[in-house]
C-alpha cells in the first residue's frame, strides 16, 4: 500500500497521472460503446475525437470555473458558465461525427435534437467525474501535507522539550560541584568523574529518540550518586530495581526531572534528615517508576505540577509519546510527596 501511494505521488509530480486518467478513459469508452455499423478503428476515431472536446471542458471547469466561481462561492454564475460551456461544445463535437460518419452511416441519427443532449449528458459526465477525481486528490494532498506539518511540529517540539531539559540538568549539577568546591570537599573530583560520565551520555548517546533502558538507569544512578556524595549524611537515599532492563528502549532523559524535583523538595534545610525513595522495575513490557521524597513543614508549599520545567516537561513528553499508554500520578500529603510513572514501552 505504501508503495502504491508512492509511485502515485510519482506520477502526479511528473504530470502522468493526467495521461494514465485520459488512456483509461478512453480505453472505457471505446470498448463500452458499439457500433455495428463501422469498424473498431472508426469506433477510436469517434471516441478519440469526441472526448478531446470532454478534456477542454473538464479542464476548463478544474482550473478555471472552480476557482474562479465556485470557490468565491458564486454559486449561480458557477452553474450557468459550466451549463454554458457544455452546451457550447456539444455543437463542434456532432459537427466533427457528421464529418467522421457521414460516409458509413445516416447523419440523421448524429445531428439531432436527441443526440445533443446524449452528448451534453456525456460531457456531463466526464465534467463530473474529473471534477470529483480533482476535489478527491485536493484533499488527500491536503491531509498529507498536514500529517506531515503535524510530524514536523512534534518533532520540532520534542526536540525544543529535550533541549531543555539538558540546561536544566547540567545547571543543577554545576551547582552542586560549586558546593562542594567551596567547602573543598574531597568528594569533588568522584563528582567531576560522575558528571562526566553523564556528559557523555548526553552528548554521544541520548541525542536519539529511543535509548536502551539499562543505559537510561546506568544515567539515572550516576546523578543520584552525585546528589548522595553532596548531602552526605543529611539525606538518605533508597534506590531499588527489579527486572531485566536489557533489550528495552525508551525514551530518554523521561524521568529524571521527577528525581530533580525530589532532591529540590526532600532535604531539609535543618538538620532533619531527609528521605528519598526511587523504585524502578520492568514486568514484560510495562515500566514502572516510583520516586518519594519528604515534604517538611520549613520548606515552602507547594502543590501538584509545580515541580517547575521538569515536570511539566515529562507530561507533556509523555502526551506526545506515548498517549494511551501511561499512568501518571502524582500526590502530596502533609509528609510526603509521590511521583508514580506506568509506562507501556511496546
Known amino acids: 500500500m505504501f508503495k502504491l501511494a508512492v509511485w502515485l505521488e510519482r506520477l502526479r509530480q511528473n504530470g502522468y497521472h493526467h495521461i494514465l486518467f485520459w488512456f483509461f478513459y478512453l480505453a472505457f469508452w471505446t470498448l463500452t460503446t458499439f457500433d455495428d455499423q463501422g469498424s473498431f478503428v472508426l469506433r477510436l476515431q469517434n471516441v478519440s475525437m469526441t472526448l478531446l472536446f470532454h478534456a477542454l471542458v473538464a479542464y476548463f471547469n478544474l482550473y478555471v470555473l472552480i476557482p474562479g466561481l465556485l470557490q468565491k462561492k458564486l454559486y449561480i454564475s458557477y452553474t450557468i458558465a459550466l451549463l454554458l460551456s457544455i452546451s457550447l461544445v456539444c455543437y463542434p463535437i456532432l459537427y466533427m461525427l457528421y464529418l467522421i460518419n457521414r460516409d458509413v452511416a445516416n447523419t440523421d441519427l448524429v445531428w439531432n435534437t436527441r443526440f445533443f443532449f446524449v452528448t451534453a449528458l456525456a460531457v456531463s459526465y466526464t465534467v463530473f467525474t474529473t471534477t470529483a477525481l480533482k476535489l478527491f486528490f485536493d484533499w488527500f494532498q491536503k491531509e498529507k501535507e498536514a500529517r506531515e506539518l503535524s510530524i514536523l511540529n512534534r518533532e520540532t517540539e520534542l526536540k525544543y522539550l529535550k533541549n531543555q531539559i539538558n540546561p536544566h540538568f547540567l545547571f ?97 534545610k535543618n538538620n532533619e534528615a531527609g528521605l528519598i525513595e526511587i523504585t524502578i522495575e520492568l514486568m514484560d513490557d510495562w515500566f514502572f517508576f516510583r520516586v518519594r521524597n519528604n515534604v517538611f513543614a520549613t520548606k515552602e508549599v507547594f502543590s501538584l505540577g509545580d515541580g517547575g520545567i521538569g515536570n511539566q516537561n515529562v507530561e507533556k513528553r509523555l502526551e506526545l509519546l506515548y498517549p494511551s499508554r501511561y499512568q501518571l500520578n502524582q500526590t502530596k500529603s502533609d509528609e510526603h510527596y509521590v511521583v508514580q510513572l506506568k509506562l507501556k514501552l511496546k
Do not use: T
Open 172 to 268: 543543577n549539577s554545576l551547582n552542586n560541584l560549586y558546593s562542594l568546591s567551596l567547602k573543598k570537599s574531597d568528594k569533588a573530583p568522584e563528582v567531576i568523574l560522575k558528571l562526566s560520565e553523564i556528559l557523555r551520555y548526553l552528548l554521544y548517546e541520548s541525542s536519539a529518540e529511543f535509548v536502551p533502558l539499562d543505559k537510561e538507569i546506568d544515567y539515572l544512578k550516576n546523578y543520584v550518586e552525585i546528589e548522595r556524595l553532596r548531602f552526605g549524611n543529611r539525606l538518605k537515599i533508597e534506590f531499588e530495581e527489579h527486572g531485566d532492563f536489557q533489550n528495552q528502549k525508551i525514551v530518554p532523559m523521561l524521568i529524571i526531572p521527577f528525581v530533580e524535583n525530589a532532591f529540590k523538595h526532600g532535604p531539609a
